[in-house]
């Protein structure tokens, strides 16, 4: 018995095949909040904890309509979540924060986003209605985040701005490697 089976069998409410929806909904709550900590933690090692956080927000809704790339593990994606989020401190760090590069930025991931998303999983197929859905909802979500951009640069929020488009170049490098290995894995 695992401390989720725990925590689930104290509730005398929750029906026996219900458990393993619960027990899983309880390890992804768990998961994302290390993910939310983690990134903060980083943040604060790296001296930019509001480019992390701001990464975080633009990122996250973004990234569960479009979809990408997924590993194989939990343990897998942690520690590539990771990964992702230093390089996006370091890119926040070195890319000049000009208006150009900005708008740049972000051309490049919304033609990569509108040309590629929805982008499924092996393990999580979408069917011809859920594609249709998930693009949607991920057009809308980079629409709304093209607008902030606009918005940060107008009002002389480079910064956010740039953070902002960061997530979305992100993103759209996580479409890539998703759709590679989605190909890669149906040629195998």
């Known amino acids: ?6 925590v689930i069998s104290v ?44 990464f975080m927000i633009a990122y996250s809704p973004l990234r569960v309509y479009a979809g990408g790339y997924h590993t194989k593990t939990q343990l897998r994606c942690y520690i590539f979540s990771i990964f992702l989020t230093i390089v996006v401190i370091y ?9 150009q590069n900005i708008i740049i ?3 490049i991931s919304c033609i ?5 998303s929805p982008v499924e999983d092996r393990n999580k197929p979408l069917d011809k209605v859920e594609k249709a859905v998930y693009r949607k909802r991920s057009l809308y979500a980079l629409l709304f985040e093209v607008i902030l951009i606009i918005l940060l640069l107008s009002i002389g929020f480079k910064f956010v701005a740039l953070s902002v488009s960061i997530s979305l170049l992100a993103l759209s ?16």
């Not at 018995?1 to 725990?6: A, L, S």
């Not at 890119?91 to 208006?99: E, W």
């Not at 990569?112 to 590629?116: E, T, W």
């Open 173 to 188: 490098l996580m479409l890539i490697a998703g759709k590679v290995k989605n190909g890669l894995e149906a040629k195998s």
């Open 91 to 99: 890119a926040n760090k070195y890319i000049p924060g000009t208006s």
């Open 1 to 6: 018995m695992d401390i989720f089976d725990k």
């Open 11 to 54: 509730n005398d409410n929750i029906k026996e095949e219900d458990k393993e929806l619960y027990k899983y909904g309880l390890r992804q709550g768990l998961f994302m909040i290390l993910n939310i900590l983690t990134t903060i933690l980083l943040g604060y090692i790296f001296k930019n904890v509001w480019q992390a956080v701001i």
């Open 112 to 116: 990569i986003v509108f040309s590629l």
């Open 105 to 107: 930025i972000t051309i």
